[in-house]
């Protein structure tokens, strides 16, 4: 048997290594939860929920009360039917979707550590290991580029780099990193940051100076459909729906009403349910994929790493927070240079 | 390790125990290829499929021709990685799309066996077992009350009737049969025989008279996604697309063109890899799902009562073909009346 037996939330804070700037949020450390899913054959199944109160409208205190509420819905249930379990979790995708993943992913794990087959490969197995980008943050002109060619030299050579803020300063920014780390792709996150006209200028500056953007990432606010169509179809890039992209059914939105190039998934908007549904559709649709994370530590990125690796279907992959956060111990997870592999 | 080293199909042919007849369509017997996938573990995984000329084009004695190709593609391949297995099989999706089903069932049944899971768990273990209709053919009045009402007695709440060669007539059996099965609810098959005005007709006269439709399967031809959306948009009950449906393609493009209320999967159309795409697809957009068989032996029986277990997605099953066939062996489930359970 392997039936839930308890559930333990766990919380921690990890500090950043330097602030984390992005479009009206600048964050010093990031609060997680780490979820303890203990079975009746001893295995304990881990997962770790990154609220984010921006995007998921989450509050961290508030998650921690769900405890007693999930483990009535899910105590007794076997976790090989863990697409039972799944559907009792589904019940907090739209107030607690990082908890979700969380509870989700330890289900998985557990049922993983019960039949003792690695949790990427229970998903399909498509990938051995995942290369990831490095996020460069908000910053002036000068740190920025520095801290962009840091990352290049250190062998990342996707660079994700935030913008939104300021549009003039966002082209000088950009045109410096690029001139400063020739050979390197970009991907260029607005954060909701720009109004369509804005973002088509942005890309329409970028494609003139040959800087290679390989996905301009919600350039405009969550709920514009017809200004990220707008965007989409006036810009040389693919573009890609972060924000925008919370479950399956925004994923199905944005492929009926053909919106983007790019859909970035991140565990902590959709769980695991609603990401391997996302892929499925977005794959249907011709629709490319990115995966991303919040403020995961350890357990969280390893959680990330065996999804990406068991469903393969991510052409970019934006699993960074293990580098940015000062918590280096990492889980179920190793990493060498910027290739990500998952372990057991 | 569970590495695939060899492939084996077996030609079988199984009789009808009464010749099957809907539109435009008479068989007396069942020709199906067993796939056996052997491992280095010295597992023997199990498929089958159940070729349809009709539906999907495949011409049996072609489809034995296959094997060479096939293992060549996924030699060597640990069905750990099952997904990896599973794409070089998608390159066969148009041309043998039975065959398809047949050798990705068996990845996850050497699979199965290999990490001690039941198949319907890897897939996700949502129910214990379902129920299934039965198929009542084309015949004369007389005919198909009996049968009918004989199905009715033995527990079938669901019974599945022909209709399409004829209006007129097909109207009155039905409405015979209604009068005879009083409390049945009924799935109306017309497997492409009608035009889009003559399905309405039909559907209408139903309604008139009070009859308990469940599903209303492919009145239109396959290519007729304006009629079917016509029909769906004027008739009481629900809609549902079968032959139109083949692959997760078609199944976004109802989905996008919001032409049905129900989609029929069946894994000798889809195969895993895009029946469990299309089961995404469905529930994202509210879609309801049946699932169907061709003709099937015990084997390809067994490989949909595990995903129709696993995946928990349907509300109505049409896995009767163990019935109509001399071919009482059933593999990897077993039947109490009209409930199916999957066994290991």
Redesign the interface.
């Known amino acids: 048997m392997s039936v839930i037996k308890n559930l333990q939330f766990k919380a921690e804070e990890f500090e950043y290594e330097v602030p984390f700037h992005i479009t009206n949020s600048v964050a010093t450390s990031s609060k997680v939860i780490t979820v303890e899913l203990l079975l009746d054959n001893g295995i304990v199944g881990l997962g770790q929920a990154s609220r984010s109160f921006r995007v998921n409208g989450e509050v961290f205190e508030g998650l921690l009360k769900y405890r007693d509420e999930i483990l009535d819905k899910i105590n007794g249930l076997?976790v090989?039917?863990?697409?039972?379990v799944?559907?009792q979790i589904d019940k907090f995708s739209r107030t607690a979707p990082s908890l979700k993943a969380a509870v989700q992913f330890a289900v998985l794990d557990g049922l993983s550590q019960t039949?003792?087959?690695p949790v990427y490969?229970?998903?399909?197995?498509?990938k051995d290991f995942i290369e990831t980008d490095l996020t460069i943050g908000i910053d002036n002109l000068e740190t920025t580029v520095i801290r962009a060619k840091e990352a290049f030299d250190k062998g990342f050579t996707t660079l994700k780099l935030k913008v939104g803020e300021d549009l003039n300063h966002d082209i000088d920014r950009v045109l410096a990193v690029a001139e400063a780390t020739e050979g390197a792709g970009y991907i260029v996150d607005a954060n909701l940051g720009y109004t369509a006209k804005e973002a088509i200028q942005f890309a329409d500056q970028m494609y003139k100076n040959g800087v290679n953007i390989r996905i301009f990432e919600q350039p405009v606010d969550v709920y514009d459909f017809d200004g990220m169509r707008l965007v989409r179809n006036n810009c040389h890039y693919p573009v890609g729906a972060d924000e925008t992209c919370k479950t399956?059914?925004d994923?199905?939105r944005l492929?009926?009403e053909d919106c983007v190039d790019y859909i970035n998934i991140k565990l902590m908007k959709s769980g695991i349910s609603d990401a391997?549904?996302i892929v499925?559709?977005a794959?249907?649709?011709n629709k490319k994929l990115m995966i991303g994370c919040m403020g995961e530590g350890g357990i969280g990125m390893g959680q990330s790493v065996h999804f990406a690796c068991?469903?393969?279907a991510f052409t970019y992959h934006d699993l960074d927070s293990c580098f940015l956060l000062k918590e280096p111990q990492k889980f179920r997870f190793k990493a060498d240079g910027n290739k990500l592999y998952p372990t057991f």
Chains 1, 2 share one sequence.
């Open positions: 076997d090989r039917n863990y697409r039972r799944f559907d039949i003792n087959l490969q229970l998903l399909g197995g498509r399956k059914y994923a199905l492929v009926r391997l549904a499925e559709i794959q249907t649709a068991g469903t393969g």
